[in-house]
């Protein structure tokens, strides 16, 4: 047998060495990166690591990252990187405002119903060096940026080496505004370096894409929506257009010219700045000193929109910065002018021809507007989005359409081929997420996962659709099920119904709800019966016991027979009840009913008792034809109409004298029109034999009371003679007449089945 030679020993112990120290190292570095809790936050499942990575050794350029974990299921999302525009802008900002799982509110952080996590692996980078709290140690550096995104491309590949569990995952880089740079030229970095990175797709939200085209578009959308005058917008594309005004203004560093001073002038009369947000036509402007920025028409380079103080105040709380492994930094929103110098030139690359590349290597790109932005409008990037399809030679796969989000248009899109896609959001601004988080929410989900959006015409044949509960049987099994399927996917859900399916858990619980809104109430029960409560499964025999206990004590009847009749099943005993509850129902309605055109008969309260304290002579005592001193005549008590139902007046005898005392004269309370219940309905307030209940419904009441004398009590006079109280009250005599269950089994072959 052949020994293993010695030196062959020491180089696999010291490869093994090298691998696991490597992967120790890698798992520090996380560790170290890991954030135990950011200040304020509320309650999260999700994985948060925040820090640096170093992208220059020798110039000490470091990059800040932000990156949250899925909510649900981080294993199997991919990963989105996202990138702010600017030029300068956070993206630690973008995820704090915009699509992150927090938003700032005073001191503490509310959690973001809608954030992007929910979809996927969310990683925010802070570039260039210079913006929020990414640095460089060689000062130089800050004074010439432009758009070499090399940076980002080494802080891609050492931040796959200290997460290395991410390199090989789906890998999409996302990013709005100026973005409409960074995000092309990263990704066709990334294909010509050909490093392993698994890119699927890119998504830029009103892109910088074409200068001429985007400068010049705003001018078109002002005068759409009424922002500007007609001769205003004349000036503006005849005398001198916005990208000769950025050219000669912000390029060039010089002043304008007369013509275009003018024009300028001209249309911040009509726009002025401080009242106008062009990030967000329809919205109103915050005026702080932070974002005052923001809303400035000229003589500053256009930024992404700011959200305020709020998130200012708290990035730059120190025990904020220490929870987030930050240097202690004056953190802004954006970096420009007085820490960043951009080179104004590289507004004016051609975005176009590096997406036509990015297309035909197969990576698929979406390009989408908020429609309310006028910074760079849908009118543009529409426009753009058109040409480079018919210069790749690409058909039209989805015709310009609208799409839908619960139920309403949340936009319109359209596809070419099936790598490249145009949509906008309806009712957003430059930012999407911030005004319309939910629809941005699902485009960004179907983007993801290679779906078209939702069509309209869907929600039409839904809204005709007779959606049938399941019944407890299961005879419409197979059309609920289609039904079902039908109304889940046009919802987005279809996915939770799938085995071994990686949903989150908000779109589990509306499949939940939904489809329990569409069971039987019996089948309801079953399936409850079959749960866990407490981590203890709950058996039928529990749940009909439970059912038994509570029983009012009046239903004790009711409870003792049920328990007779042996139920097997919890959904029959359940069954029995709604049909004795429906029936109980029907019956206490048809007792407070009254004959038609029949005239109300008075309320028995205290009212009806007349008592007079001050008097002997009350209401029977008066003067006149008709009527005597003394008491009122005995002979004529039961004179006149008799009812069914009502008690006529009668003269209260000897033994129904109450013997009141007060001033030396006796004084009588007589009772004005108490009720009876009806012997062969229950019902009261109708003339005799002429009761118009349904004949099963006096069958029912009938038989319920077969040897119940004593549950059910009729309001008798020979009763309501023998009170001798002063005051009394008729509801102690006006006793529930209750039905059990055996009114409504009937018994075939042993088998029992409930009354219809």
């Known amino acids: 047998m052949m020994q293993p030679q010695r030196g062959s020993i020491v180089v696999v112990a010291v490869v093994f060495a090298t691998v696991i120290q490597a992967f120790s190292t890698e798992n520090s570095l996380q560790e170290a990166d890991k954030i135990t809790r950011l200040p304020g936050q509320p309650q999260v499942n999700c994985q948060q690591y925040a820090g640096y990575v170093t992208v220059d050794e020798k110039q000490g350029r470091s990059l800040f990252y932000y990156f949250v974990e899925a909510q649900t299921d981080p294993a199997s999302k991919p990963l989105v990187l996202w990138l702010n525009g600017g030029p300068g802008c956070s993206s630690v900002g973008g995820a704090f405002i915009a699509h992150g799982p927090f938003q700032p509110s005073g001191d503490i952080l509310l959690k973001n119903d809608f954030s992007w996590n929910r979809e996927a692996n969310m990683l925010y980078l802070e570039s260039p060096a210079g913006v929020g709290f990414s640095y460089s140690a060689n000062k130089s550096f800050y004074g010439f940026v432009n758009d070499d995104i090399t940076d980002n491309l080494k802080f891609l590949q050492r931040w796959f080496d200290e997460f290395p569990e991410y390199k090989n995952r789906d890998l999409f880089i996302t990013g709005q505004s100026y973005a409409g740079h960074y995000v092309p030229q990263l990704a066709q970095l990334i294909i010509q370096s050909k490093l392993k990175f698994n890119l699927k797709a890119v998504a830029i939200g009103n892109p910088l894409l074409e200068f001429n085209t985007d400068a010049n578009s705003p001018a078109e959308y002002w005068w759409s929506h009424g922002l500007i005058s007609d001769a205003t917008f004349a000036n503006l594309t005849s005398v001198c257009n916005y990208s000769e005004i950025?050219?000669?203004e912000v390029i060039r560093g010089g002043p304008l010219s007369p013509a275009c001073d003018a024009v300028a002038n001209q249309f911040e009369r009509e726009v002025p700045g401080h009242l106008i947000n062009p990030y967000d036509?329809?919205?109103?402007?915050?005026?702080?000193?932070?974002?005052?920025?923001?809303?400035?028409?000229?003589?500053?380079?256009?930024?992404?929109?700011?959200?305020?103080?709020?998130?200012?105040?708290?990035?730059?709380?120190?025990?904020?910065?220490?929870a987030l492994h930050a240097r202690v930094t004056n953190w802004t929103i954006c970096s420009n002018g007085g820490v960043l110098e951009y080179d104004m030139k590289d507004h004016e690359i051609l975005m176009l021809p590096v997406?036509?590349?990015?297309?035909?290597?197969?990576?698929?790109?979406?390009?989408?507007?908020?429609d309310q932005d006028s910074i760079i409008p849908l009118v543009s990037t529409r426009t753009l989005v058109n040409g480079l399809a018919k210069d790749l030679g690409l058909q039209t796969n989805v015709p310009y359409r609208v799409w839908v989000q619960e139920k309403q248009v949340a936009g319109w899109t359209q596809v070419y081929g099936d790598t490249l896609s145009y949509a906008t959001?309806?009712?957003?601004?430059?930012?999407?997420?911030?005004?319309?988080?939910?629809?941005?929410?699902?485009?960004?989900?179907?983007?993801?996962r290679g779906k078209p959006l939702p069509k309209a015409l869907m929600l039409i044949i839904l809204a005709n659709l007779d959606f049938v509960a399941l019944d407890v049987i299961g005879n419409n099994y197979l059309t609920w099920v289609m039904d079902a399927k039908i109304h889940l996917k046009a919802g987005n859900?279809?996915?939770?119904?799938?085995?071994?399916?990686?949903?989150?858990?908000?779109?589990?619980?509306?499949?939940?709800?939904?489809?329990?809104?569409?069971l039987d109430e019996g089948l309801k029960?079953?399936?409850?019966?079959?749960?866990?409560?407490?981590?203890?499964t709950i058996i039928k025999e529990d749940m009909m016991e439970q059912t038994f206990s509570t029983?009012?004590?009046?239903?004790?009847?009711?409870?003792?027979?049920?328990?007779?009749?042996?139920?097997?099943?919890?959904?029959?005993?359940?069954?029995?009840?709604?049909?004795?509850?429906?029936?109980?129902?029907?019956?206490?309605?048809?007792?407070?009913s009254r004959p038609t055109r029949s005239a109300p008969f008075p309320e028995v309260n205290a009212a009806s008792l007349e008592e007079n304290t001050t008097s002997s002579r009350g209401n029977n005592y008066k003067r006149g034809r008709g009527h005597k001193r003394g008491w009122w005549n005995e002979k004529r008590k039961n004179h006149g109409v008799q009812f069914h139902n009502q008690v006529p007046r009668y003269n209260p005898g000897p033994s129904f004298k109450i013997a009141n005392r007060q001033k030396g004269k006796a004084h009588i309370n007589t009772l004005r029109n108490p009720e009876e219940v009806c012997h062969k309905c229950g019902g009261n307030g109708h003339w005799a034999r002429t009761y118009r209940?349904?004949?099963?419904?006096?069958?029912?009441?009938?038989?319920?009371?077969?040897?119940?004398?004593?549950?059910?009590?009729?309001l008798d006079q020979a009763k309501l003679m023998d009170i001798t109280d002063t005051m009394f009250d008729l509801s102690g005599e006006l006793n529930t007449t209750h039905l059990d269950v055996s009114n409504f089994i009937i018994e075939r072959e042993n088998e029992v089945y409930g009354s219809e």
């Open 525 to 536: 029960s079953e399936i409850s019966s079959q749960l866990k409560l407490c981590g203890e």
């Open 493 to 518: 859900l279809g996915k939770t119904i799938k085995e071994d399916n990686h949903a989150s858990s908000q779109d589990r619980a509306k499949t939940m709800i939904f489809i329990r809104r569409h």
């Open 281 to 322: 036509v329809t919205l109103d402007v915050c005026l702080s000193s932070v974002e005052a920025q923001s809303f400035q028409l000229r003589k500053t380079v256009k930024i992404d929109v700011c959200i305020g103080d709020e998130i200012v105040t708290y990035l730059n709380r120190p025990d904020v910065q220490e």
């Open 355 to 370: 997406l036509g590349d990015l297309v035909k290597s197969g990576i698929r790109v979406l390009i989408y507007s908020g």
């Open 693 to 714: 209940t349904p004949k099963h419904l006096v069958d029912l009441y009938q038989v319920s009371l077969k040897e119940k004398g004593v549950d059910t009590n009729f």
């Open 425 to 448: 959001i309806r009712g957003a601004g430059h930012e999407a997420p911030i005004s319309q988080p939910e629809r941005s929410l699902l485009l960004f989900t179907s983007f993801l």
């Open 551 to 592: 029983f009012h004590a009046s239903n004790v009847l009711l409870q003792q027979q049920s328990r007779k009749r042996g139920f097997i099943e919890y959904n029959q005993l359940i069954s029995v009840f709604l049909v004795v509850e429906q029936n109980n129902e029907l019956l206490m309605k048809n007792h407070q």
């Open 246 to 248: 950025f050219r000669q």
